[in-house]
């Protein structure tokens, strides 16, 4: 029976058998052989036989609003499905959150990981494909090494810190399983703004913490003044032209982050209403 409620329904809403066919893809014959055979399965006639306009039985007409109410119930339980497919696509995105070195443990991610992140890196939107960017793996034998450079620049800014501050400089460069340092590397193209270019290293940087996400670590990315310190940027081999935008730390998760506060849609969403229209005299000249 339930296979031709859709054509009682169309039938009922068009009250004409021709138009009601043609809505459900059928001949009128077939729509007509269609209804019998569900009066027939129903037990009782729900439609009056005629040429002109249709008319429901008071059967027909229960049928009919039990049917609307089946159809709406479906429809409902489609549009929840449908949610929830659409939140499982994007589940990754909305689950991935920052997590500080502390919370951290080994085994980091391995050099074919890392690839992987950068190639998703590189996926990103970038106009121009400039690529205008690039990513400093530190070696786990070299880490001591880049910890005595931490603790220079901490001496630089703060020649009378106190042992605890060093140690913690320090600890930066040691403490994570895995650490990076993401560099920022515009481009000389005039086509190519320099803001454009940023934003482009921008949407690098997430793409590559989403999959680090994605297999499984967490991580964080750390900026702080050190990154402004031109000594530890040339020792980290930047150029002058390039900006160190911060450190990646990676690893597995050993705690769990807290949990994120929300955010309402409407602080980060604005629907543009179009002004008055100018005129061109306000518009100014056109340069030709």
């Not at 809505?23 to 027939?40: K, S, W």
């Not at 600890?171 to 515009?186: I, K, M, N, Q, Y």
Request: aromatic fraction near 6%; proline fraction near 6%; hydrophobic fraction near 45%.
């Amino acid at each position: 029976m339930q296979e031709f409620l859709p054509y009682l329904l169309a039938l009922h809403g068009a009250r004409d058998w021709l138009q009601a066919a043609r809505d459900c893809g059928l001949t009128e014959a077939e729509l007509r052989r269609a209804v019998q055979h569900a009066q027939r399965e129903y037990g009782q006639v729900l439609v009056v036989a005629g040429n002109g306009h249709v008319d429901f039985t008071a059967a027909g007409e229960e049928l009919v609003a039990r049917a609307r109410e089946l159809a709406g119930a479906v429809d409902a339980l489609q549009r929840c499905f449908a949610e929830s497919r659409r939140k499982s696509v994007v589940a990754p995105l909305l689950q991935r959150r920052s997590v500080s070195p502390k919370r951290l443990t080994g085994p980091g991610p391995d050099a074919a990981e890392i690839d992987l992140m950068i190639e998703a890196a590189l996926r990103a939107p970038d106009h121009g494909s400039l690529h205008p960017w690039r990513v400093l793996v530190f070696a786990q034998e070299h880490r001591t090494r880049l910890a005595d450079l931490f603790e220079q620049e901490k001496l630089r800014r703060d020649p009378l810190a106190p042992r605890s501050d060093i140690e913690r400089a320090r600890e930066h460069a040691t403490r994570s399983p895995a650490l990076l340092g993401f560099v920022v590397s515009p481009r000389a193209r005039t086509q190519v703004p320099l803001r454009e270019q940023w934003l482009a290293a921008g949407a690098a940087l997430g793409n590559f913490m989403n999959a680090a996400h994605q297999l499984g670590f967490g991580g964080i990315v750390l900026s702080g003044e050190r990154c402004f310190d031109a000594v530890l940027g040339a020792q980290l081999g930047l150029a002058s032209t390039e900006w160190l935008a911060g450190f990646i730390s990676l690893g597995r998760i050993a705690q769990a982050p807290p949990q994120r506060k929300p955010v309402a849609l409407d602080a980060v969403r604005a629907q543009w209403i179009p002004g008055p229209a100018l005129a061109a005299a306000e518009l100014g000249p056109r340069v030709s």
